[in-house]
């Protein structure tokens, strides 16, 4: 019985995350408009140096704004 519960604990985790990686039209939307904001911001304050400018281009490769 044990080896069940931790054999169905285990693989649980795994049929979660298989139905998570679609985005949907909504998310594309909203990732637009991210995009747009981040522009903009750049715009209005730019980078100050070399390390800043590619920190930012790393945090938007990763994701993490």
Do not use: W
């Not at 795994?14 to 408009?33: D, N, V």
């Not at 991210?34 to 590619?54: E, I, V």
């Amino acid at each position: 019985m044990r080896h069940k519960l931790l054999l169905i604990a285990g693989i649980l985790p795994l049929l979660f995350a298989a139905g998570c990686h679609q985005e949907g039209p909504a998310e594309r939307a909203g990732s637009s408009i991210d995009n747009a904001a981040q522009k903009a911001s750049d715009a209005l304050n730019p980078p100050q140096g070399p390390a800043q400018s590619l920190g930012r281009k790393v945090d938007r490769a990763t994701g993490n704004y």
